[in-house]
């Protein structure tokens, strides 16, 4: 099926093929994506779960919740039942119990955000633009990237942007964030940008000339780590993983796409846990990535990475290497 867009904001949902491939859905199973999104994968996926599969779809942004609301009612067959749940994934025992459903037949995660997501100015993601930094998915929650900013210690500051976002230059930039707090709170995407490449502007200043290319923007790790620990990610991708082997059948497959290393390390050693104590097998021996052509079209499956696994005795080898 070629991949197309959803949306008029351009969202293609990542490695589609794919995620269709391993999950296989059929008539008559029950589906949970737990990070619906735009509701790309899921409009593909429910109508392969007709007659009479039921689909499932969570996600912690209610625009987007609303939005696939929307796009179901127009494209789900009519023999399909799907319900929309605002939730996080985190959660997911609870949302099942909810629905009195005991057990799903297949799990999806998508752990990446939606484009109309990094293109608003307003939910402060990109620093593309001007915006407040927000950068929360829940947009009823408190805690956003300017109270971390704006009121933790340079310490802690430094080693969230260093654990979360990998940066070298941690401590540089949370000594910089301090020294221009103290001069006026930090309120928008821009301000916090220009401070982090000015760190790497004085490292750059006493390299005596010697320039070493980047690919990426220096202000790139530092919104990655602050995003990360606004929305808790890490602790809610594990509390998500641990939840796999109570919430689906015998034979349920679960397929995660990561998008960064830290997502990725918790996924392979969780299924890896899993297979090697025989609960589950799994179907990738190495994550599968976009190919050159998904690349080319959709800039956002460049750093994407799937993984699938198989609630059920291990009796055949991996479906794909």
Known sequence: MPLETNDNTGHIPVLAPQVLELLTPRPGQICVDCTIGRGGHSTQIAQRLSPGGHLVGIDRDSQNVEHSRELLKQSAPKNVTWNLVHANFSELTDVLAH?????????????????????????????????????RYDLGQELTAAQLVNTLDERSLADLIYQNGQERLSRKIAAKIIDRRRQAPIKDTMALAQIVRSAYSSVASRSRGRRVPRRI???TRTF????????RELDCLQHLLHQLPNVLQPGGVAVIISFHSLEDRLVKTAFRDLDRSGQAKLLTRRPLTATDDE????????SAKLRAICFESRTSEPVMA
């Not at 998508?110 to 608003?120: A, Y």
């Not at 690349?295 to 460049?302: A, D, G, I």
């Open 99 to 135: 629905l009195n459903i005991d057990k799903t037949d297949l799990l999806l995660a998508d752990l990446g955000f939606s484009s109309n997501q990094m293109n608003d100015p307003n939910r402060g993601f990109s620093f593309g633009a001007t915006g407040p930094l927000d950068m």
């Open 224 to 231: 990655m780590a602050l995003r990360i620990a606004v929305n």
């Open 295 to 302: 690349r080319k079209n959709n800039r956002r499956s460049r």
């Open 217 to 219: 923007d220096p202000a």
